[in-house]
């Protein structure tokens, strides 16, 4: 069956520009998850809804950032006035749990490079 | 933050060999994952291993984990060069932290 996709897979931006990233989850999955990926490190954590609400956006770096999943499946993490800093691998991840701590399906990243 | 801590960094072994990969971690959870990432592509989880469990199979991979010292180890056994990728562990809090990872390779 389909996995988790994600689009674009790689985004240029100059700094200043708005930009908004997709994540289609895996079908019927009630959780899903946004991580921050720096080159050589692990995914660092930016937000998690649960169907529709997001119930933790406590990992968000900046008000510039902003997440939505309006009908609970598809979710948008949109990033305005990007800078140098926001550059890093973007992953989305489902789970048909409700439990956050459960297993996460990843999907395959959007690589943001702002120039 | 990241909770976990992944020991060694980076690790290189031939084809036929045994791979082990170590996490510490810090604060008490609920379960412990383990993931395989290979070079531009998503995570894949491998295993998982709940607080009351002290060791998990699958396939050539085996997990333990000791509550007592707060640390996971991931043995990869009869390694293949596909199985060359970053490795890391994630810690279950309120939701799930990473470690920095260990980076693998698999010499043919």
């Known amino acids: 069956g389909a996995g988790v996709s994600q689009s674009p897979r790689y985004k240029v931006a100059k700094r200043g520009q708005d930009v908004a990233l997709r994540c289609d989850p895996i079908s019927g999955h009630v959780s899903l998850f946004w991580y921050q990926q720096a080159l050589g490190q692990g995914p660092e954590f930016l937000t998690y809804?649960?169907?529709?609400?997001?119930?933790?956006k406590s990992g968000l770096p900046s008000d510039r950032f902003f997440a939505e999943r309006p009908e609970g499946s598809v979710s948008t993490l949109k990033i305005q006035r990007t800078q140098q800093e926001d550059s890093a691998v973007y992953l989305c991840?489902?789970?048909?749990?409700?439990?956050?701590?459960?297993?996460?399906?990843f999907g395959p990243g959007t690589r943001l490079l702002v120039l | 933050s990241q909770q976990g801590e992944e020991d060694p960094q980076a690790l290189s072994i031939q084809e036929g060999e045994n791979a082990t990969m170590n996490c510490s971690y810090k604060?008490?959870?609920?379960?412990l994952q383990w993931y395989r990432q290979n070079s531009g592509r998503g995570l894949v989880h491998l295993i998982l291993i709940r607080s009351n469990e002290r060791e998990k199979h699958s396939g050539r991979l085996r997990v333990t984990l000791d509550t007592s010292k707060k640390s996971s180890s991931l043995l990869i056994t009869a390694s293949r060069a596909a199985d060359t990728a970053s490795y890391f562990c994630a810690t279950s809090g309120s939701r799930l932290t990473f470690g920095e990872g260990t980076q693998l390779t698999v010499n043919p």
């Open positions: 604060t008490s959870i609920n379960n």
């Open positions: 991840a489902s789970s048909p749990a409700r439990d956050p701590q459960e297993t996460q399906y």
């Open positions: 809804f649960q169907n529709e609400a997001q119930l933790d």
